[in-house]
């Protein structure tokens, strides 16, 4: 554990992946003091907080955020999504005298037009290695990390259930994962908005966005959880899905990410498919020896505790700033 740090974060509140409110939450139960600066208001559209930003609220809400972190006196800031995060709020805190160093924890893909917002940070921590082979390819006139994801401590321990006997996958609908889950053959418990019914597998659907207690309790109850890449905004990366579930002992069932090899032991910690067809295979076993399901969610969260919490990804980004 890194000694205590006084962390300002900064970054969008109210989001569907609650990313900054995990990382407030892991950081204050490591023991670090944490100031949370929002830099949108989660009631407003998106459409109308653009336009208000950029009209009327842009430099009040940058010049408040600076005055509220001058007085925090962080050790460390981080902006958390850090390339959406608007440069009036980047410039004002850069300006602030004797200003700790500022860096972004990024989970998507980015263009050449965000070099310019790259600059603004000491340091670029992406969550998918690839996005740090393109960020150095490219030459961003900026350090990088590779920084992935870590455990949502919010959700709670494992407590004893009987679990449902199927796999349960939470997430919203892409064309990659409606293709893959239209070519098994075992039903999955299907959590989101904008699921449809599956023509060739009777998937159960519900059209849900789950709340942290309710994710909790889809984790829990059932015997594990699956992970399909987004392959929207993923490349080698994991998720947040990928760490979540084994807070509550329940193991992961994952495509076969390239970085997953640098978080968890394939086979012991992780259950790994590399087509439909093994996907089946592996809900199959799982259906007919829950022990093994117990095993790997146990051994998994033996090495999110170890490895993948908030706390050790503030250690990592320490370590790397220049």
Same mark, same amino acid.
């Given at each position: 554990?890194?000694?205590?740090?006084?962390?300002?974060?900064?970054?969008?509140?109210?989001?569907?992946?609650?990313?900054?409110?995990?990382?407030?939450?892991?950081?204050?139960?490591?023991?670090?003091?944490?100031?949370?600066?929002?830099?949108?208001?989660?009631?407003?559209?998106?459409?109308?907080?653009?336009?208000?930003?950029?009209?009327?609220?842009?430099?009040?809400?940058?010049?408040?955020?600076?005055?509220?972190?001058?007085?925090?006196?962080?050790?460390?800031?981080?902006?958390?999504?850090?390339?959406?995060?608007?440069?009036?709020?980047?410039?004002?805190?850069?300006?602030?005298?004797?200003?700790?160093?500022?860096?972004?924890?990024?989970?998507?893909?980015?263009?050449?037009?965000?070099?310019?917002?790259?600059?603004?940070?000491?340091?670029?921590?992406?969550?998918?290695?690839?996005?740090?082979?393109?960020?150095?390819?490219?030459?961003?006139?900026?350090?990088?990390?590779?920084?992935?994801?870590?455990?949502?401590?919010?959700?709670?321990?494992?407590?004893?259930?009987?679990?449902?006997?199927?796999?349960?996958?939470?997430?919203?609908?892409?064309?990659?994962?409606? =293709?893959? &889950? %239209?070519?098994?053959?075992?039903?999955?418990?299907? !959590? #989101?908005?904008?699921? /449809?019914? @599956?023509?060739?597998?009777?998937?159960?659907?519900?059209?849900?966005?789950?709340?942290?207690?309710?994710?909790?309790?889809?984790?829990?109850?059932?015997? =594990?959880? &699956? %992970?399909?890449?987004?392959?929207?905004?993923?490349? !080698? #990366?994991?998720?947040? /899905?990928? @760490?979540?579930?084994?807070?509550?002992?329940?193991?992961?069932?994952?495509?076969?990410?390239?970085?997953?090899?640098?978080?968890?032991?394939?086979?012991?910690?992780? &259950?790994?498919?590399?087509?439909?067809?093994?996907?089946?295979?592996?809900?199959?076993?799982?259906?007919?020896?829950?022990?093994?399901?117990?095993?790997?969610?146990?051994?998994?969260?033996?090495?999110?505790?170890?490895?993948?919490?908030?706390?050790?990804?503030?250690?990592?980004?320490?370590?790397?700033?220049?």
């Amino acid at each position: 554990m890194t000694a205590p740090m006084r962390v300002t974060l900064i970054g969008k509140i109210g989001s569907v992946t609650h990313w900054l409110e995990d990382c407030a939450a892991g950081l204050l139960a490591a023991g670090h003091s944490v100031q949370l600066c929002p830099t949108r208001d989660p009631r407003l559209n998106a459409a109308i907080e653009r336009l208000l930003l950029v009209r009327r609220l842009g430099a009040p809400r940058a010049a408040w955020t600076a005055r509220a972190v001058g007085r925090f006196r962080p050790d460390l800031i981080v902006a958390v999504r850090g390339y959406e995060v608007p440069l009036r709020i980047l410039d004002r805190l850069r300006a602030l005298p004797g200003r700790p160093p500022m860096v972004a924890w990024v989970g998507d893909g980015f263009l050449e037009t965000d070099r310019a917002i790259a600059s603004r940070y000491d340091l670029v921590a992406h969550t998918d290695s690839f996005f740090v082979e393109q960020h150095r390819s490219q030459r961003f006139p900026v350090p990088c990390c590779y920084l992935p994801h870590a455990a949502n401590m919010r959700l709670g321990e494992p407590t004893p259930a009987n679990r449902i006997p199927r796999v349960v996958f939470v997430a919203n609908p892409t064309p990659h994962r409606v =293709a893959l &889950l %239209n070519r098994i053959s075992t039903p999955i418990e299907l !959590y #989101g908005p904008g699921w /449809r019914p @599956f023509p060739a597998v009777a998937h159960a659907i519900h059209p849900l966005r789950l709340d942290i207690p309710a994710l909790a309790a889809a984790y829990r109850s059932h015997l =594990a959880v &699956l %992970n399909i890449r987004n392959e929207e905004n993923v490349v !080698y #990366g994991l998720n947040q /899905r990928s @760490f979540d579930p084994y807070f509550l002992g329940t193991p992961v069932v994952s495509d076969d990410q390239r970085d997953l090899s640098t978080c968890f032991e394939e086979g012991e910690e992780v &259950l790994v498919y590399r087509s439909a067809a093994e996907l089946d295979e592996i809900c199959i076993r799982l259906q007919r020896d829950p022990g093994l399901a117990a095993s790997i969610g146990a051994a998994g969260r033996r090495r999110v505790l170890a490895e993948h919490g908030y706390d050790n990804r503030l250690m990592t980004v320490v370590a790397a700033l220049p």
